[in-house]
């Protein structure tokens, strides 16, 4: 029951003194990750399995289409021990999940087993329907990836205009991650696109603004950001002139230690 399954997750984080669980543990791990076990009980089974690296492909197959969907997103966390044709397949269902969560982590498992992986997945939900998933999708563009021109257009288009799906209220932020990313794989396009952000009434793209601009190290733009009306922007643009200036800016570092705002 679930009992045992949480005693042996805690007993296996101890794994450095104990050696880890033994294979007969493991036996009944790989049961309890299934039905007619609760769903609580597979849950744990699946994390307690993940933490042992012993998430086999079998169990992780049937996890990955668990009718509870905190099973089928824990189950993604070992996906980056698949055959790459069998990880694809999976991940390309759970990012067509019905559940926000599954999709994330599908986004992390995409980009599991490889340093720079296919992304071509992970553009597709950079117009998800929910804006946590969009947002993680976004972010994970600004990591290294095998087709680095396709992601950063796919960022540039967000940049230019946010999916219609995005809440109105927050559609602002895709284009500021996306701005972010952008300056993470290649900072000279992102230059076009900055003094539109740091120009913009919402404090939090210009915190962004000043975030790609560090990246870039555009020195003149975040000189300017240090002046903002907003500590949040200041504290971004400091940030920046900090990794890019070094020593350089001392003086404008001395003055925000000093303004009466702070």
């Not at 880890?20 to 543990?25: F, K, N, T």
């Not at 993680?136 to 600004?142: N, V």
């Not at 922007?233 to 001392?250: E, I, M, N, W, Y």
Request: net charge positive; glycine share 6%.
């Amino acid at each position: 029951g679930f009992g045992s399954v949480r005693g042996l997750y805690w007993l296996g984080l101890n794994r450095r003194t104990n050696g880890g669980l033994l294979p007969r543990a493991l036996v009944f791990l790989r049961d309890a990750a299934h039905p007619p076990h609760d769903a609580t009980t597979r849950r744990m089974a699946v994390l307690a399995l993940s933490q042992q690296g012993a998430l086999d492909s079998i169990t992780l197959l049937a996890a990955v289409a668990d009718p509870d969907e905190q099973v089928r997103r824990l189950a993604l966390a070992g996906a980056g021990t698949l055959a790459p044709a069998t990880r694809a397949n999976v991940v390309r269902a759970a990012l067509a999940d019905q559940s926000p969560i599954v999709r994330i982590a599908a986004i992390a498992a995409a980009r599991a087993g490889a340093a720079a992986p296919d992304c071509i997945p992970i553009t597709a939900a950079t117009s998800d329907r929910s804006d946590y998933v969009a947002l993680a999708a976004i972010d994970a563009l600004g990591l290294p990836c095998a087709e680095r021109s396709v992601a950063a257009s796919v960022l540039m288009d967000v940049i230019g205009g946010p999916a219609a799906t995005a809440v109105p209220d927050h559609r602002w932020q895709r284009a500021a991650h996306a701005l972010v990313a952008l300056a993470r794989i290649d900072s000279a396009l992102v230059v076009p696109f900055l003094a539109r952000f740091a120009a913009a009434p919402r404090w939090g793209e210009r915190m962004f603004a000043a975030e790609a601009a560090g990246i870039a190290r555009d020195r003149s733009l975040l000189t300017r950001l240090v002046h903002d009306a907003d500590n949040n922007v200041r504290a971004a643009a400091l940030d920046g002139l900090a990794r890019s200036a070094g020593h350089d800016a001392d003086t404008l570092y001395i003055a925000a230690l000093t303004s009466p705002s702070n």
